[in-house]
């Protein structure tokens, strides 16, 4: 039957079948069920048309031949597979990672030479294979490793590695003040003595041929906490007859930052005796922080705390920091070295002294120093 005979014979009953259904039920069900029975029919009426091409086109061949056909149509379609390039910056591939070429003379800077080399292979991952250069996972190649070659071109290879430290530093003591009514008001005395605790720090350093381009620190642990110092200061009123006599004998006790004195290599701070293990000149700056904690995890301290570059002086180490005429102006510690300022942009012997305020800092300003590397003397 031709197609359109069987179209408009099918339009016609549906036709009539609308017809019966409006005259027996209402309006509303007639429009739901005519939408359902148009849906349908659509679908039928494509199968059957898509039914009538096919013989038609294939002139009431087999189903063989239906087969045939579709599947030379689909053999004529071209090949869609992608195509994937080759991994670079990894193991540096075989000879056979590139097809040999004309010869031509590339220049090869790589562990601290540059080598003039004669290759074959088309691209640098090959070229630098057929030369016998071995390049890691974590490696860089410049231009990238699928670059196609040719004479006189230069290629580096940054080596990278991947270093771990491990530095112990110390934890500073808290000192806790008491009041006692068995000393006078201005006395005081030292209870307990503080001792400081210890510290684990990890570092993980990334280089580049050499150069530090990353310093992290990836672990910090405890391995001992500090004791306080305990001070019990006086609250006894003092008689006329007792301030002539105390007062001589309380004034260098309770004096605070007196000028260090020098002998050789010891140094005296207030009473307490110091090895002097290294001596440095350089320039001193000043900082704060409101957060107050240190690179190294340890709490900033006004008096106790400074910032070094750690390749000049070592994290923990602790320090005195005085001016020229040997502290006879002004004198910061003993300090624990616990912050590092920006020292990959700052060149020099500096040392960035902890204060209380963003303007003691401004007061401070930079200044000429001398840095004593100490250790107490027992």
Known sequence: MPKKEFTRDLKRIVELLCSTINQR?????????????????????????????????????????????????LDSEPDMAPEYSEVYFQIAPTDSGSEAGAPVTINVSCDGETKSVTVTRKTVSGALAEAGYTVFMTDIISPAGNTSVYDGMTVTVLRTTVETHDYYVQVPYDTE?????????????????????????????TLYNGMMIENKTISSVIISDPVNSIIENGTKKRTSATTKATT????????????????????????????????????ATAYY???????????????????????II???????????????????????????????????????????????????????????IITPAS
């Open 289 to 311: 922080s409101s957060s107050s904690m240190t690179y190294t995890g340890n709490r900033a301290v006004v008096g106790g705390t400074v910032a070094v570059n750690p390749n």
């Open 314 to 372: 070592p994290l923990g180490s602790l320090v005195l920091v005085v001016s020229p005429d040997s502290g006879q102006t002004w004198s910061y510690g003993p300090a624990y070295a616990h912050d590092c300022y920006n020292y990959y942009t700052i060149t020099g012997t500096y040392v960035d002294l902890y204060m209380a305020s963003y303007q003691d800092c401004v007061k401070f300003g930079n200044r000429n120093c001398i840095i004593y």
């Open 25 to 73: 039920m209402g309006t509303i069900k007639f429009i739901a069920i005519a939408l359902c029975v148009v849906v349908s029919l659509s679908a039928v009426v494509a199968g059957v048309a898509l039914a009538i091409d096919v013989i038609g086109t294939n002139g009431g061949g087999s189903a063989e031949s239906t087969a045939d056909s579709a599947g030379a149509a």
């Open 248 to 283: 001589k004998a309380t004034t260098k006790a309770t004096t605070s930052n007196e000028p260090p004195e020098i002998s050789g290599s010891t140094v005296e701070v207030n009473g307490v005796l110091y090895n002097i293990t290294q001596t440095l000149e350089g320039r």
């Open 177 to 205: 003040y008491r009041e006692t009514a068995e000393l006078y008001e201005g006395e005081s005395r030292v209870v307990q003595e503080g001792q400081p605790g210890s510290r684990k720090i990890t570092l993980q350093q």
